[in-house]
């Protein structure tokens, strides 16, 4: 669920692969999306994400925001928050009152997290156009899958996004679990440059009555 969670925010704001891996069109709409995007000093993004597997019957959803600036992101959902402040990621469980800190240099090279956002598709995955249509909002749409070369080492067979083409901008990010789970991200807004304070990015344990920190 982690991986999956944090795969999405990559997919709604990654960047455009090598060409051998993308058809042209795919190709295009990557790169147009990656350049207007990492020109961002920051960005705020809110959301909402629904889960659902039909065999386990599960059909969940819940909403969050997401806020980057540099190496610093916060991340906030209805279940949990995660700071990194450039230097360490701390993710605070509203259920179990813990907050796990790791330095940024335990993270994987490769793992997905919004610090590599916006360059984790310069490799690993395939893509090509699905379709391009004009959706009932009367938005332009270039839906677009995205295949991982290793499949047999991802949680996932599939990501599919869905872009405004006009806009240059990411309406929702649908992942295929291999457990038969769908995961469907829709993004309700998104703030550019918007003025943030480096302190949200800190965790302060002193707005947190009870928590158990964990290193």
């Known amino acids: 669920m982690k991986r999956l969670f944090t795969l999405a925010l990559v997919a709604l704001f990654g960047a ?4 051998a891996q993308h058809d042209v069109k795919s190709k295009d709409m990557l790169d147009k999306l990656s350049a207007k995007t990492k020109a961002y000093k920051t960005v705020e993004v809110k959301f909402s994400v629904n ?8 059909d969940q959803t819940q909403t969050g925001t997401l806020k980057m600036k540099g190496d610093k992101y916060y991340l906030k959902l209805d279940d949990k928050e995660i700071f990194c402040d450039g230097i360490e990621v701390t993710t605070y469980s509203k259920e179990t009152k813990e907050a796990q800190v790791i330095s940024v240099d335990e993270l994987d090279d490769d793992a997905m997290s919004p610090k590599n956002m916006f360059s984790i598709y310069e490799q690993g995955f395939k893509t090509k156009v699905k379709s391009e249509k004009v959706d009932s909002k009367g938005r332009n749409v270039m839906t677009i899958d995205m295949y991982p070369l290793k499949p047999k080492e991802k949680d996932y067979t599939m990501v599919r996004l869905d872009v405004d083409k ?47 920190v964990i290193r």
């Open 51 to 58: 889960i659902t597997n039909t065999d386990q019957g599960i």
């Open 16 to 19: 455009a692969g090598l060409a």
């Open 166 to 212: 006009d806009k240059l901008q990411f309406i929702k990010a649908t992942i295929l679990g291999k457990n038969g789970s769908y995961y469907y991200y829709t993004v309700n807004s998104i703030t550019p440059d918007a003025e943030m304070d480096d302190n949200i990015f800190i965790f302060d344990k002193t707005k947190y009555p009870g928590v158990k």
